[in-house]
């Protein structure tokens, strides 16, 4: 099936979009990003030019996604969440004169296979959110997210480890960690979360 872009969408022909991925009113994206299959772009949401997504994610209503942010498969970014791309901003350099391209490096947000971040939730570039990991809402992320992580706070700190299915662990035994969802189980070692052969998908 191919993508679905209604007409109030701003959609640059330079952009490439997967099939089965739609691009909702007033959403934004730019040249030479990537979308891929079964995307979901909500409402006035904002994708950056060379921006990349995989498949399944879902950028939600007036989420901004700014270059060169990295999406991985199955991605979600919540209600009006913000990839940021400029460590130390200023619309100008230090004589006034305003800041061009050349001025400035752009540093991007990369966010692993799965995870996700909450409504109105930050990301300061450059970080990377973990395979798994969950960024709640409100939450200022100014560091790495490790794999699996539950994030919450300013700035944004571990309080809990999360499985594929985003409800958190529970112990079971030392070092052990269960899904009540789903009944996988992971291990935990020097801080590290990692999931047991029959916690992976086949």
């Known amino acids: ?20 991925t739609s691009v909702w009113h007033l959403a934004q994206v730019r040249e ?7 995307c979901v ?11 990349r997504m995989g498949r399944g994610c879902k950028v939600q209503n007036y989420a901004l996604v700014y270059e060169p942010a990295v999406l991985e ?10 990839l940021t791309n400029d460590t130390y901003p200023r619309a ?36 990377t959110v973990g395979r798994w990991a969950t960024v709640a809402a409100g939450a200022v992320v100014t560091a790495d997210v490790p794999d699996f992580a539950l994030v919450a706070g300013v ?4 309080i809990r480890w999360v499985g594929r299915a985003g409800v958190p662990l529970e112990p079971a035994g030392e070092g052990s960690w269960r899904c009540p969802r789903t009944g996988a189980t992971y291990t935990e ?5 990692t999931e047991d052969d029959a916690a992976r998908p086949a």
């Open 1 to 20: 099936m191919a993508a679905r872009v209604v007409d109030s969408a701003d959609v640059d022909p330079r952009a490439e979009l997967g099939d089965g």
């Open 32 to 38: 030479e990003a990537v979308v891929g299959p079964d």
């Open 41 to 51: 772009i909500g409402r006035g949401a904002y994708i950056g030019t060379g921006v």
């Open 73 to 82: 498969d199955g991605v979600f970014v919540g209600p009006a969440a913000v």
């Open 92 to 127: 100008v350099n230090p004589d006034l004169s305003p800041k061009g391209a050349s001025d400035w490096e752009p540093v991007g947000v990369t966010l692993r296979e799965g995870a996700a971040v909450g409504a109105r939730a930050i990301c300061v570039a450059p970080v």
């Open 155 to 158: 700035p944004a700190r571990r």
């Open 189 to 193: 070692q020097d801080g590290v979360l």
